[in-house]
């Protein structure tokens, strides 16, 4: 047993095997599917599923008993081991590293299920991922390696196309990359740190996207996060999604533009805030605002939903504000072409202002990019502070964005990049309906490859987590703050690497453990009925796994609800 982590195993997988453990081969091509909403109809508005009363009551008990416990366990252990408290504690009149209050959430909540968060691994986290073994004795404060690994299904990688693979087009031009331009680009993109790579790549976006031009960075977080000063200030209005991401947060309180929220895609609630907005004008002076953006995300990656593109366009034309779409989620996944939110719902690209993506999640690469037209991308180059300040992105790492995006837009490979399209829209609704079918409460679009299973108890967390991992399937467990306190979830991240087989195990899983911790709460309101108005009869969808694994596969690919 070691406390650190080992060096990687040498793997003794034929090319073959690493291959398809990297990405499942097509086993029948009955099960892909065109990911698209049919131009006219309206958004459907997802139907929150709500449990029992007495299933939130649990919730915020146990959230008491943790609080009640973890404070008696905090003022004894000050008293008789004060040495495990240095860092909350004064010590020769200097002030502790944190409050007391402000690490407790973290020492006495968080710290009891760390072992289900940040595992480390090694190699492709493809469809199957290898996770080092490990133990703790002493309630996740440290960790003991065993020096061996465990390959497991992967369900929790940001891996939506299945581009993170160690062979295959990609890895071979971004190796000739590295032995022609080297590691790094080194140096800002205002000084030495373009190449013609950087500018090959934002062409690519650009025609991808479908706007005039494009800005590519090295971090995702960052591109919002220093966006928005070089947009707006104190005499412009943002108005935000509450469900936003932290990123959008951040870029929108550095700029020091004044920022009204509406309720999660409440589109009647944003026509309000709209309205008023434009009404009142600027606070005091009631001058009209110098700019008024409304900034959404194309997917919600802690939701699974959509923005309803259709009625913001619609508003956008009505009002004349600036509409801004982060597409991190949604740029490769959604669409029967993968171009985002635009493709899937049919509305071109130029009815967007400003369109951010990253890398991340559906090329297998990192960064961001920012796609707008030309004169608003002119004006970035020479004030954005990512490009003045920020390291440009490696060589290889252009390849790989420039390879992918060429292989999802047929360009290359032939129609690889049309099959892995439509092989994660069948994986994400098969997996969706299969698990509503079963009984729990899923939340949702249909086509979202982000499938949020609601565990609501927090010990429910862990205990879901790790009856997993004996199962060997990797999955994220999320709580709070990063949720509200009473939906803790585990939230499925569904790839084209996986096989219709690896879906049918899942569901296996997923129903064991659900009648194992008593998570079928579903009523059947946002689906899953076995016949048409059983809700309304009272009749909850608790369909066998045998009839879900025989019926799901065909009847996913229809209207669900």
């Known amino acids: 047993m070691s406390k650190t982590i080992p060096d990687a195993l040498i793997d003794n997988d034929s090319p073959q095997e690493k291959a398809e453990k990297e990405f499942g081969s097509l086993t029948s091509k009955e099960w892909l599917f065109v990911s698209k909403h049919n131009p006219g109809e309206p958004l459907p508005v997802p139907i929150e599923d709500e449990p029992p009363y007495f299933i939130l009551i649990a919730t915020y ?31 020769d009149g200097i002030a502790p590293w944190y409050a007391n209050f402000e690490s407790f959430y973290t020492r006495r ?6 072992d289900c968060f940040a595992r480390p691994i090694c190699g492709v986290p493809g469809r199957y991922i290898k996770c080092y073994d490990r133990t703790s004795d002493d309630y996740n404060n440290t960790y003991n390696y065993s020096g061996t690994v465990t390959e497991r299904l992967n369900l929790s990688s940001y891996n939506y196309l299945g581009f993170a693979q160690s062979s295959g087009l990609c890895t071979a031009e971004s190796i000739k990359t590295v032995e022609k331009y080297g590691t790094n680009s080194a140096g800002p993109r205002v000084s030495v740190g373009t190449t013609d790579l950087h500018l090959e790549c934002e062409d690519v976006v650009a025609k991808f996207t479908g706007k005039d031009n494009a800005l590519v960075f090295s971090m995702g977080y ?27 947060r951040t870029g929108v309180r550095l700029s020091g533009a004044s920022v009204k929220t509406f309720a999660h895609n409440d589109m009647a609630a944003l026509e309000r805030t709209l309205r008023s907005v434009i009404s009142q004008g600027q606070p005091k002076t009631h001058r009209p605002w110098k700019k008024i953006f409304v900034a959404v995300e194309g997917l919600y990656s802690m939701e699974g939903t959509l923005c309803n593109l259709p009625k913001l366009v619609e508003l956008r034309k009505r009002y004349k504000f600036y509409l801004f779409v982060d597409e991190a989620h949604s740029i490769g996944a959604m669409g029967p072409n993968g171009k985002g939110v635009c493709d899937y719902f049919g509305i071109s690209s130029s009815n967007i202002d400003i369109m951010m993506g990253t890398f991340t999640k559906s090329f297998g690469a990192t960064g961001g990019y920012i796609a707008a037209d030309k004169a608003i991308i002119d004006r970035l180059k020479l004030d954005l502070t990512t490009n003045t300040y920020g390291e440009s992105m490696s060589p290889a ?165």
């Open 61 to 91: 008990l146990n959230y008491l008993i943790l609080i009640i416990i973890g404070h008696i366990r905090d003022f004894f252990g000050k008293l008789f081991h004060p040495e495990l408290f240095r860092d909350v504690m004064v010590k």
């Open 109 to 114: 909540l968080k710290t009891r299920l760390d």
């Open 397 to 561: 790492v252009l390849t790989q964005i420039i390879t992918s995006l060429k292989i999802i837009d047929g360009q290359l490979n032939g129609n690889e990049g049309k099959e892995r399209l439509q092989r994660i829209a069948f994986n994400s609704r098969y997996l969706r309906l299969g698990l509503k079918r079963l009984g729990f409460i899923v939340y949702g679009a249909d086509d979202s490859p982000v499938i949020p299973l609601l565990l609501y108890l927090p010990p429910k967390m862990p205990a879901f987590s790790r009856m997993m991992y004996d199962r060997k399937v990797a999955v994220v467990v999320v709580g709070y703050p990063a949720t509200d306190i009473t939906s803790s979830r585990i939230r499925f991240c569904v790839s084209s690497s996986l096989k219709k087989e690896d879906i049918d195990y899942l569901l296996k899983c997923c129903d064991e453990i659900g009648d194992t911790l008593f998570l079928k709460f579903s009523t059947g309101i946002a689906g899953g009925e076995k016949h048409p108005g059983d809700y309304k009869k009272g009749i909850a969808p608790r369909w066998s796994l045998e009839e879900v694994l025989e019926k799901t596969p065909e009847d996913c690919k229809k209207a669900m609800y």
């Open 222 to 248: 960052g591109t919002n996060a220093n966006l928005f000063t070089s947009l707006v200030d104190s005499k412009c209005c943002v108005i935000s999604d509450s469900l936003n991401h932290g990123s959008i």
